[in-house]
């Protein structure tokens, strides 16, 4: 487990920026009690994890540390950012924009499809087109994140079924991809 070099924070940072906008700044903040939150690189998947216990980590051996922390997601061989599932929590805490999906429209979602006009229940004022949203349930449950596939003013003028946002993880990932969500490679 290694800190990450100059270009892959950069990457890293981007795709974050692109959720949760200028509160990527809470995530490394100072906590009260001194200790901090930083990222670390363990094989090619990226930790969010206190700094006290990422320091404890490197007395266990790389092939016997499996994870820490929460994963964020992973470096992909072209060396892009791809986001996992597993950070929904953190994304959804920090973000900028949201768009509440209705009850009908939940089951949809989780099982991998897009979010229609038809299914959001409300969304943020003047979310920009190809923006990071987080979708949420009506009672603010998370559920999974997300890219818009149109700005909020384009999207009131659209059909029922034409598509809000584009699905980038959701938490049906957690039993679809099982075999490999955690995987080593």
Not at 53 to 71: H, K, V
Request: with cysteine; proline share 4%.
């Amino acid at each position: 487990m290694r800190p990450l070099t100059e270009t892959e924070t950069k990457t890293l940072f981007d795709k974050l920026a692109n959720y949760t906008g200028a509160s990527l700044k809470q995530l490394i903040a100072p906590r009260e009690d001194g200790d901090r939150y930083v990222f670390r690189l363990h094989r090619d998947r990226v930790y969010y994890v206190l700094l006290s216990i990422a320091n404890l980590a490197t007395s266990i051996a790389r092939d016997n540390l499996s994870s820490l922390g929460i994963c964020l997601g992973k470096f992909t061989k072209s060396g892009k950012f791809r986001l996992h599932i597993t950070a929904l929590p953190i994304l959804a805490e920090h973000a900028r924009y949201k768009i509440y999906v209705k009850p009908n429209g939940e089951m949809p979602f989780l099982y991998g499809g897009n979010v229609v006009k038809a299914h959001v229940g409300r969304w943020t004022e003047d979310c920009p087109e190809h923006q990071g949203v987080v979708v949420v349930s009506m009672n603010d449950t998370p559920i999974g994140f997300g890219v818009t596939a149109r700005s909020t003013a384009e999207a009131r003028r659209l059909d029922p079924t034409g598509v809000t946002c584009f699905r980038q993880a959701d938490c049906g990932e957690y039993l679809r991809d099982e075999d490999t969500l955690f995987a080593g490679n």
